[in-house]
């Protein structure tokens, strides 16, 4: 599943935001393609059934995706798209500092005002990205994972 393209990927993405509109989807693809060997793993999970070929000069397969299939897909695809985030966690950790501690030093800054200027990033990171109820929940993994990097260095 994370070797399919993101065209393949997006083909799911629309099924699943179709799927609260129509009870089923018929989808198609060719015989043997990614898109082949994944749906006919999901009708062995019940989420698609196989359909009759369309009557086109070329070969095709056609799958009916069932509406019990959007919840299990939406978390699958989920799951994919979190692959990215020690990608990007590890871009944020090598740019951010740099852009943080040498301009507050150089103004005269102590290890106290960026320590001051990461709070505030994450404050306003908090105010603009997390929704209020999560925010306590939010600021105690931050605790948490800071205490866990600094045993680590």
């Known amino acids: ?12 993405q629309a099924v699943v935001e179709s799927l609260g509109v129509e009870d089923t989807l018929k989808v198609t693809t060719t015989p043997g393609s990614a898109n082949d060997r994944l749906w006919s793993e999901m009708t062995k999970l019940g989420w698609m059934s196989a359909d009759a070929p369309l009557e086109v000069p070329v070969a095709t397969k056609v799958f009916v995706v069932h509406a019990s299939a959007k919840e299990p897909l939406s978390a699958l695809l989920t799951e994919i798209q979190r692959d990215a985030l020690p990608k990007i966690f590890n871009e944020l950790r090598r740019e951010i500092p740099s852009k943080i501690a040498p301009p507050v030093i150089a103004a005269g800054g102590t290890p106290a005002d960026v320590a001051l200027m990461l709070a505030g990033i994450v404050e306003g990171t908090m105010r603009r990205w997390i929704k209020p109820e999560l925010h306590e929940d939010f600021l105690h993994d931050i605790v948490e994972k800071v205490h866990r990097l600094s045993k680590e260095l």
């Open 1 to 12: 599943m994370r070797a399919l393209s993101a065209a393949d990927l997006s083909i799911l």
